[in-house]
């Protein structure tokens, strides 16, 4: 029987593929890469942190650029990135960055147990949560 082990990566649909990579290095402090992918065409922005990575689509891209989901939108994810610093420390850094708390901290119940969560929204609208396990 198949099963999965983890994500190798995601792909985020936006309409500002700069405003949303400067978002998550500033705010998120992920690293932007830009290449060209293997089978050529034009150059793709990417986002790593950790060992994990995220693709940016730009939401004209067509089918044959990016082959993707059937209906794309920007600002339909809902992301839970967890951080080792404290949740009260995630709010004043949000707050420093001048991004808006939609919620907490709070606590939630994450995939292992018990977690401390920061809600904000990135220039597209998506809801981005900051959870570290208490």
Not at 28 to 51: K, N, V
Not at 102 to 126: C, F, H, L, W
Request: glycine share 8%; net charge negative.
């Amino acid at each position: 029987m198949l099963s999965v082990d983890a994500f190798d990566h995601l792909v985020f649909n936006v309409a500002d593929v700069a405003a949303s990579a400067a978002w998550y290095e500033r705010v998120l402090g992920m690293t932007r890469e830009t290449a060209t992918p293997p089978s050529g065409g034009a150059p793709r922005t990417t986002l790593t942190f950790g060992r994990n990575k995220i693709n940016l689509r730009p939401i004209d891209a067509s089918q044959e650029e990016w082959f993707t989901a059937r209906s794309p939108q920007p600002g339909s994810d809902d992301l839970c990135f967890l951080t080792s610093v404290a949740p009260d420390a995630v709010a004043e850094h949000f707050r420093n960055c001048g991004v808006a708390i939609e919620q907490g901290p709070v606590t939630k119940k994450g995939a292992m147990g018990p977690i401390r969560s920061v809600y904000v929204r990135d220039p597209d609208g998506n809801l981005v949560e900051v959870s570290s396990y208490e």
